[in-house]
């Protein structure tokens, strides 16, 4: 009989050893799924800002193109209207709808506040009915993409 018991408890033993030892195979593989989780995670972000740092190179390149579009359409006298005039509002419209669909967007200017974050300014003047730091002229736009400061907007601002 002790013979049995021996062997009952060396099979314990085994069990005991062999559970140990499957536990530690799925805790590391456990670990190695989380880690390849992580890695395809931070891939597709250096990717996505590797696209996004292109597109920007592209969009900055564009910009220039829309500011003086929209120049153009604004010394436009409001009293003129005729169809090769729309039509140039209406590519301005276009192009303004193409930017936002790659989430660019102007940044706001006259009437607001300095904010160095956002805008440059180029020159100081004094206006008596405005409070310091209030923007008043736009010399160039600013753009934001997706939140983030693509190019600063040139700015006027009150003394």
Not at 79 to 89: I, P
Request: proline share 3%; hydrophobic share 40%.
């Amino acid at each position: 009989m002790p013979e049995q018991t021996t062997k009952l408890d060396n099979n314990k033993e085994e069990i005991e050893k062999l559970k140990a030892q499957c536990e530690e195979y799925l805790n590391g593989w456990k670990r190695a799924k989380a880690d390849y989780v992580n890695f395809k995670k931070e891939m597709d972000e250096k990717q996505k800002s590797f696209f996004d740092l292109a597109n920007s190179a592209l969009i900055m390149e564009i910009l220039p193109v829309y500011d003086n579009l929209k120049k153009a359409v604004a010394i436009v006298p409001a009293e003129q209207s005729n169809a090769w005039v729309d039509g140039v509002k209406a590519i301005k419209k276009q192009f303004g709808d193409f930017l936002k669909q790659y989430g660019i967007e102007e940044i706001k200017t006259v009437g607001e506040k300095f904010n160095p974050e956002f805008h440059e300014a180029v020159n100081k003047e004094k206006k008596e009915d405005i409070e310091s730091d209030i923007i008043i002229a736009e010399i160039s736009s600013g753009y934001l993409i997706k939140g983030k400061v693509l190019a600063p907007a040139k700015v006027v601002v009150s003394e």
